[in-house]
């Protein structure tokens, strides 16, 4: 039975898929932060899509987009010789998009808790919007941004329908838990089944009581600072 293998390229997708929505969501959330108008309730709306989309749907429409007759993968593959489907990479882009919207939602409510006044006092010191983003904004805003990273990270791990279609099951290369933990059940091996869903289990349930620490602990330190 190996555990290992899924549970090292599961975790390897799911921090680089964190990692490659994250910079990203931040960005987004940081633009629609402030933000009260109908154009940011449908820019945010189609961009946390994937949070109600079937998996397969969500899947099937990375595949029309990644592959050779899309018009992203065909200019990937003509370019630079890159295809994406049934590699770790698709799988990675896979999960990216499925952990997307959490951090997305997390850091814009966590942007829109920043007190704007702060923001205006440092524009009045003279620092330029960079400036304010990373000296004032961000540092406010980060314990709701890693409690979404989190969330997502946790997502990203237990993506399957999306995953399956874009990277397919390839052991050691595209197999991660929540494929192999269908595969395993499918070949009726309930042993193994069981072991992967209990290592999947742990490593989820630690994700989110990180998550849940870093709220309680940014809700206790706005209180104290009240």
């Known amino acids: 039975m190996d555990v290992l293998s899924p549970l090292w390229l599961t975790l390897e997708v799911a921090s680089l898929a964190t990692l490659l929505a994250g910079v990203p969501g931040v960005a ?3 633009a629609l932060g402030r933000r009260r108008d109908i154009a940011r309730d449908a ?3 189609l961009l946390t899509l994937p949070l109600v989309l079937p998996p397969t749907v969500l899947g099937y429409y990375l595949l029309v987009m990644l592959g050779r007759n899309g018009a992203f993968g065909a200019w990937l593959h003509d370019t630079f010789g890159i295809s994406l489907i049934f590699t770790r ?3 990675i882009i896979a999960a990216a998009v499925a952990a997307f919207p959490l951090i997305l939602r997390a850091a814009r409510a966590a942007f829109a808790d920043v007190d704007p006044q702060l923001e205006r006092a440092a524009q009045t010191l003279g620092l330029k ?5 990373f000296r004032v904004s961000l540092p406010l805003a980060w314990r ?4 979404g990273v989190l969330l ?5 791990m237990g993506e399957f329908g999306a995953t399956l279609m874009v990277a397919g099951s390839l052991p050691g ?3 991660t838990l929540s494929i192999a933990i269908y595969n395993a059940v499918m070949a009726g091996d ?3 089944a069981q072991t992967l869903v209990l290592v999947s289990l742990v490593v989820a349930l630690i994700a989110l009581v990180l998550a849940a620490q870093i709220l309680r602990r940014g809700a206790r330190g706005g209180c104290d600072a009240d």
């Open 190 to 192: 309930d042993a193994t």
């Open 173 to 175: 290369r595209t197999q």
């Open 28 to 30: 987004v959330a940081h």
């Open 43 to 45: 820019i945010e709306s």
């Open 129 to 133: 919007p960079a400036a304010i983003f």
């Open 89 to 91: 990479q698709g799988a």
């Open 144 to 147: 709701g941004i890693g409690a």
């Open 152 to 156: 997502a990270f946790a997502r990203a």
